[in-house]
């Protein structure tokens, strides 16, 4: 569930009225950053592009695709149109280069969904109504998801441009779920040297539209134009016309082709094996000798995966059993308890369809859970994995 | 607001939960850009600067046991390594001792170009564990490191292929290689 805190102001204070010279019949001005871990990007622009092949991401005045436009084609001709977004492709310009990882996600959800609730989006800072800073990714329903990660080094990126906030504009501090305690305060300590300022942790797509709602305005209800007889004889012949040809498409498309996007629970696509050994002892020797472990695939439940006590958990790999890429992400759960090497706690680890990755641990972490994310194209899941305490 | 609020805002980041040094350097960043620009880190006085060419930006890390210890309890006892870091030239070799080789790392020194960086599969037979796109290509962003805890396997002298190019586009195009050569004792 989603937290709304205000720090020098209430939830339920007016949106920010409109810059002086601004066209009011269209809404406040927003400005909302996008950080990384080197620098703060801000939208400068979103602009329908129809003529477009694909929705893309470039610099102002470039046109240069940023590293990131395939993903964001995904997000804009994916579950933001299903959700109601623009029909056409989408040029999307900022102001600083994003090179990778999934956090830009949900600041540029929001700034689609900011447009929609009326905002006129602004590249400077010090002329917005609002400035919305919000870091994390989404899933294909649009709900915040994921960790934030390198918060303090985004907020200290961003602090010279909140600090160009005019006098009576507000700041929305905004992140996804999991918040860990540290990321709040460090949220919050921020949001209180900006006065009028939000805090917010969201966890759902409708409550991020909610705040937006308080905060912009309501989004105009969908055009209902209306239907004449003879629209309405029109329409008829259109609808037959697309049904035959849904059905000639659909028979055409049975021979021709399978299924091409995959559909189900993205857990079908990995396995989690169990290396295990009688002893600690007997795991760190085989590890360090490279010793072939006894291995134990772990039976997937409603309520995730259940490792037991006994015997004594080497590593849990976590393999792609399916036939596409796939990022696998775990919580702070086990953390402390593997060794040195990359790992997907708290930050995903894109996994090539038939290959692997071990997790192997310091010593088991009895008691403990984490909880993995398994993202393939279109799907994200979540399930603990939850080891049985010692004796 | 607008003279107050980095100060403000800095100093209610102290306290967050970066390191002290890394909060020092941050705020020097901020408050003093001057300043912040006479760190050891200024390029002007870089002593390895990242050039055009990728290899330039690559830096290889290695982390040994300190003394008394063992890679079997800095590993898996969490004990401090002992690291140096590395460079390399196109087209050379790197040759490093695998006695009490623990860990090796690979870092993206380039403040603003991403690279792509192929390893050899023999070094798969000495690594714990290792994130498989390594063996492929995998690109690592500015500043981004991946880290190889190893195995001591007497495999004698194992001659590893490192392939090292831009991944950002408008960068120069081009593979750049060497052998990163690991030598037994």
Do not use: K, N, Q, Y
């Given at each position: 569930m989603g937290v709304v805190k205000p720090v020098a102001a209430t939830v339920s204070d007016p949106p920010p009225s409109p810059s002086p010279n601004a066209d009011s019949a269209r809404g406040p001005t927003v400005?909302?950053?996008?950080?990384?871990?080197?620098s703060v990007a801000v939208v400068a622009s979103l602009e329908e592009k129809p003529h477009l092949g694909r929705s893309t991401v470039t610099g102002v005045g470039d046109f240069r695709a940023f590293p990131i436009e395939k993903d964001y084609h995904r997000l804009v001709d994916g579950p933001l149109r299903a959700l109601g977004g623009s029909a056409h492709h989408t040029h999307l310009t900022l102001t600083a280069r994003v090179e990778?990882?999934?956090?830009?996600?949900l600041p540029i959800l929001i700034a689609h969904r900011a447009v929609q609730h009326g905002a006129r989006l602004v590249a400077d800072v010090a002329t917005a109504d609002l400035v919305i800073f919000a870091t994390g990714s989404v899933d294909g329903a649009l709900n915040p998801i994921g960790h934030a990660e390198f918060l303090t080094q985004k907020i200290t990126n961003a602090a010279p441009l909140l600090a160009t906030m005019k006098p009576g504009a507000r700041a929305l501090l905004i992140l996804g779920p999991p918040a860990a305690a540290t990321d709040l305060a460090t949220l919050e300590a921020a949001a209180h040297s900006i006065p009028g300022s939000l805090t917010a942790t969201l966890s759902r797509f409708d409550e991020l539209d909610h705040l937006l709602s308080e905060r912009i305005?309501?989004?105009?209800?969908?055009?209902?134009?209306?239907?004449?007889?003879?629209v309405l004889w029109g329409l008829g012949i259109a609808v037959a016309v697309i049904l035959v040809a849904g059905a000639i498409g659909f028979g055409v498309s049975t021979l021709l082709s399978k299924d091409p996007v995959p559909r189900g629970n993205p857990f079908d696509m990995m396995a989690i094996e169990q290396l295990h050994a009688p002893d600690r002892d007997a795991c760190i020797d085989a590890q360090m000798a490279g010793y072939g472990l006894a291995t134990q695939r772990l039976v997937r439940h409603a309520d995730g995966f259940?490792?037991?006590?006994?015997?004594?958990?080497?590593?849990?790999?976590?393999?792609n059993t399916?036939?596409?890429p796939i990022e696998i992400s775990l919580d702070n759960g086990f953390a402390g308890s593997v060794i040195r090497g990359d790992t997907p706690i708290g930050r995903p680890l894109r996994l090539i369809n038939g290959t692997s990755y071990e997790l192997v641990f310091r010593r088991a972490p009895l008691g403990r859970e984490s909880v993995v994310t398994v993202a393939a194209p279109g799907r994200v899941g979540r399930l603990p994995i939850t080891f049985a305490a010692g004796e | 607001m607008r003279l107050a609020a980095p100060l403000v805002l800095a100093l209610a980041l102290l306290g967050a939960s970066l390191p002290a040094m890394a909060q020092t350097d941050t705020l020097n960043a901020i408050l003093n850009p001057s300043a912040a620009s006479e760190v050891p880190g200024d390029p002007s006085r870089e002593a390895f600067p990242v050039?055009?060419?990728?290899?330039?930006?690559?830096?290889?890390?290695?982390?040994?046991p300190l003394p008394g210890d063992s890679c079997r309890e800095a590993l898996f006892e969490a004990r401090p390594l002992l690291r140096t870091r590395w460079e390399a030239d196109a087209g050379g070799s790197l040759t490093l001792p695998l006695s009490d080789l623990c860990l090796i790392e690979f870092r993206n020194d380039a403040s603003d170009r991403a690279i792509e960086v192929r390893i050899g599969e023999d070094l798969a037979a000495l690594a714990i564990s290792a994130d498989q796109r390594l063996f492929r290509g995998l690109v690592l962003v500015p500043n981004q490191t991946t880290a190889i805890p190893i195995r001591p396997l007497a495999v004698g002298e194992l001659k590893v292929s490192v392939d090292v190019l831009w991944a950002s586009p408008g960068a120069p195009g081009g593979v750049q290689n060497f052998v990163l050569t690991l030598a037994g004792s």
């Open positions: 400005a909302v950053l996008v950080p990384t871990t080197g990778d990882g999934r956090s830009w996600e305005g309501a989004p105009p209800a969908p055009p209902s134009p209306p239907v004449p007889g003879r259940h490792v037991p006590a006994s015997p004594t958990t080497c590593a849990l790999r976590f393999v399916g036939t596409e | 050039t055009d060419e990728p290899i330039s930006a690559i830096r290889i890390i290695t982390g040994r």
